[in-house]
C-alpha cells in the first residue's frame, strides 16, 4: 500500500541527528512493548507481514507522530483484537474483561533463549528455476496494489540489474492477508541512482533492493 | 521519530506507559502472555546481544581470510559458527566495504536491522528522516555523522526490503598489523557496521 511507511525520498523530515550513547531504551514501557510485542507474536495467530501491514495501516498523521514503540503498540491492538484476543471493553477497562481466543501457544520465559536463537526463517523451497541470472537487465512492475507490498513506491517501474539470485522467501504480498506464503524467489536488483531520481542524482550513488521475482519484468 | 528529552521517562502518568501497562495486564490475565518472558527478552537484548557480536565478526575477517571468505561467500553460516543465530539474521549478508566503494544499509519501508549482529536498532535507523533520505541523499545523512566520503567514493545502499540483513564490514584501519581480534573488534563500532561511521582509527 501506499502507506506512511514508505518513506525512501520523501522528503521535510528534517536532519537524522543521531544521539550520542543512545541507550537502548528510553523509557521503562519502551522494555515491556517490546516484550508484549515479541510474546504476543509467539502466540502463532499472525505473521511478521500481517504486522507490517498493521504498522502501515496507522493513519499517516498517526504514524509519524508516533515512536516506533509506539508504532509497534498501536499495531498490536489492532492485531489482538482481529484475532479475538483482546476487546474494546478490556482496553476501555485496563484489565481483563472479555474472554479470549486460545492461543496456538504461549512463550514461557525458559523457552525465550531458544525461541530467539531459532528466530523465524522466512527462505522457502522453489520448484521453478530461477528466471533471471546475475548481470540480467529487469524493469520493476509499476503497481499500487491496496494491500501489503515490499516494492518501495520510488522503486517502481525502474530498470536495474541483477546482482544476486536469492532463496525462494515467503511472498509477503499475500502472507499478510492470510492468503498463503505463495513464496517466490527473491533476486537483489541494483539502479543507478540516476534511474531513480533523475536530474541531480548523486552521479556515485547505486540502491539496491531485494524484489521478490513477481516484482519484475525482463527489461 | 527522534527521541524527546524533555519528558519524564518513568513518570507513571505518562499516558503511552499506562497503555502499554494495560496491555500487559490484559494478556496476562487472560494466561496469554508470561510476563517473566518480558523480563528474559529484554535482558536479552539489553545486555547479550548488540553491537558487540557484530564487532567480533568484523574482528575475525580482518584477521582471518580463511573466515573472511567463508563470511563473503555464506555470511548466516560464518555468523552461525560464532554463536550468533536467530531473530532477525535467519538470512545474512556481509557487504564489503573498499578502496572505492562505501556501502550503507537503510530500510525505508518498516526498521529490518540485523538484531543477531548488532542488537536493537538505535531510534535514528527507525525514524523518518533516515529512511527518508538514506537512498536520495546519502551523502548528507553521512555527514550529520560527522562523515565525510571523498566524491569519488561510490555509495551502494541497500535497502532492506525482504528478509535478508545486511552487515557493514568496514575496511580495516592502518596501523593495527598484528592485533588480536579482541583489540580490532574495539575499534568495531555499531555505526561502521550500518555504514554510517568507519571503524575507529588506533588511539
Given amino acids: ?219 | 521519530m527522534s527521541h524527546n528529552h524533555d519528558h519524564q521517562h518513568d513518570n507513571e502518568l505518562d499516558p503511552f506507559a499506562a497503555r502499554v501497562r494495560a496491555l500487559e495486564t490484559i494478556l496476562t490475565q487472560k494466561g496469554l502472555i508470561d510476563p517473566a518472558a518480558i523480563d528474559v527478552i529484554v535482558d536479552t537484548y539489553e545486555t547479550k546481544i548488540g553491537p558487540r557480536n557484530g564487532a567480533k565478526v568484523v574482528a575475525k575477517a580482518w584477521a582471518d581470510p580463511d573466515f573472511a571468505a567463508v563470511l563473503k561467500r555464506d555470511a548466516t553460516a560464518a555468523i552461525g559458527s560464532l554463536g550468533y543465530t536467530g531473530r532477525q539474521g535467519e538470512h545474512m549478508q556481509a557487504v564489503f566495504n573498499t578502496a572505492d566503494t562505501h556501502n550503507l544499509v537503510v530500510c525505508t519501508l518498516c526498521s529490518c536491522y540485523p538484531w543477531s549482529v548488532l542488537g536493537l536498532p538505535p531510534v535514528w535507523y527507525k525514524a523518518p528522516p533516515y529512511r527518508s533520505r538514506a537512498v536520495i541523499d546519502p551523502r548528507g545523512v553521512l555527514e550529520e555523522f560527522g562523515l565525510t566520503l571523498p566524491r569519488t567514493t561510490k555509495i551502494r545502499v541497500w535497502d532492506s526490503t525482504a528478509e535478508l540483513r545486511y552487515l557493514v564490514v568496514p575496511m580495516r584501519p592502518d596501523g593495527t598489523d598484528g592485533w588480536s581480534e579482541e583489540r580490532l573488534a574495539d575499534l568495531v563500532t555499531r555505526d561502521a557496521m550500518i555504514g554510517t561511521g568507519l571503524a575507529r582509527e588506533p588511539a
Fill in chain 1, 1 to 219: 500500500m501506499n502507506g506512511p511507511q514508505d518513506l525512501g525520498g520523501q522528503m521535510g523530515f528534517g536532519p537524522v541527528a543521531p544521539e550520542k550513547d543512545e541507550p537502548y531504551f528510553h523509557a521503562d514501557w519502551e522494555r515491556r512493548a517490546l516484550g508484549v510485542t515479541l510474546c504476543a507474536g509467539a502466540m502463532g495467530a499472525w505473521n511478521i507481514d500481517e504486522s507490517r501491514h498493521a504498522r502501515e495501516s496507522l493513519h499517516p498523521a498517526d504514524y509519524y507522530a508516533s515512536s516506533y514503540y509506539q508504532i509497534w503498540i498501536k499495531a498490536l491492538e489492532t492485531l489482538l483484537k482481529r484475532h479475538g484476543f483482546v476487546s474494546d471493553r478490556d482496553l476501555a477497562a485496563g484489565k481483563a474483561v472479555d474472554p479470549a481466543a486460545t492461543p496456538k501457544r504461549v512463550l514461557k520465559a525458559e523457552n525465550v533463549p531458544a525461541v530467539l536463537a531459532k528466530g523465524g526463517p522466512c527462505d522457502r523451497p522453489v520448484a521453478t528455476l530461477a528466471r533471471f541470472k546475475p548481470g540480467d537487465l529487469v524493469r520493476t512492475k509499476n503497481f499500487h496494489p491496496a494491500g501489503h507490498t515490499r516494492l518501495p513506491r520510488y522503486a517502481r517501474g525502474k530498470q536495474g540489474a541483477v546482482e544476486a539470485v536469492r532463496d525462494g522467501f515467503v511472498f509477503p504480498d499475500t502472507n499478510a492477508h492470510g492468503q498463503g506464503e505463495n513464496p517466490q524467489r527473491v533476486y537483489t536488483v541494483v539502479f543507478d541512482g540516476a534511474e531513480i531520481w533523475g536530474e541531480g542524482a548523486d552521479p556515485t550513488l547505486t540502491v539496491s533492493i531485494d524484489a521478490w521475482d513477481s516484482y519484475l519484468e525482463p527489461a
